[in-house]
């Protein structure tokens, strides 16, 4: 599974747009971007998946550029209620089903009034 | 919109005992998950179950626990004889497919006395 790097917080605005990018140096071939969202005391959200280019949702939108080594997560005007730790993962979707999901410590998302 | 559901949401144990957390799965899902977070720590992987056998497992899921489904509905994690350090919040998940979105439950807190 490739590693990955996302900063540890960030902190913004109700009405902004935030964008956390995530590092995948080592992303293979068959790899796909997911993300995915935690509240606290809750579960973990699935929020985007993607292979190349940009995947729009109607919650956010994930860029990832030709080279595949990094992906930003964009979340348009942000309110209090996404406060929250986003994940970035990374693995082998196709061959292996990345049934195996590996949570690394994730962005912890601060958005105040 | 479906969801998967957890019970208890809290389980207080004595070290020693057996405990059993208990998973309903979104109806049309096929593989199941388990997944653990200690406070303040990652999310990790337990478990992963799919046409009523373990798929894989990580090397936290040693002998003292197992999963079943005991029936069409049901999702059950079990740990037989509870340690301190078993003490986390406990989510089950499932998916309509192997790579496909992981749909999280609430989560069991289960504290270990």
Not at chain 2, 103 to 111: E, H
């Amino acid at each position: 599974l490739a590693k990955t790097t996302q900063p540890i917080s960030m902190d913004s605005y109700e009405g902004q747009e935030v964008n956390i990018t995530c590092s995948h140096n080592n992303i293979a071939t068959n790899d796909y971007i997911t993300w995915y969202q935690q509240f606290p005391s809750q579960g973990p959200r699935f929020i985007i998946q993607g292979y190349k280019t940009k995947v729009t949702n109607e919650v956010a939108s994930l860029f990832i550029p030709a080279d595949r080594k990094s992906s930003t997560l964009s979340l348009p005007r942000v309110s209090l209620s996404d406060t929250a730790v986003y994940y970035c993962l990374v693995g082998d979707v196709v061959n292996t089903g990345f049934q195996k999901l590996v949570f690394g410590t994730g962005t912890r998302l601060l958005v105040s009034p | 919109e479906p969801e998967v559901t957890q019970t208890p949401s809290h389980q207080v144990t004595q070290m020693g005992q057996e405990v059993i957390l208990r998973c309903v799965p979104i109806s049309n899902h096929l593989y199941f998950y388990w997944y653990r977070q200690i406070l303040g720590q990652k999310v990790e992987f337990l478990v992963s179950f799919y046409n009523n056998e373990i798929s894989e497992k990580s090397e936290i899921f040693d002998d003292q626990f197992s999963v079943e489904r005991p029936d069409g509905s049901n999702f059950t994690l079990k740990i037989r004889s509870t340690k301190l350090e078993d003490s986390a919040m406990y989510f089950c998940a499932s998916s309509e497919g192997a790579g496909h979105e992981q749909y999280f439950g609430p989560g069991t807190r289960l504290t270990v006395t």
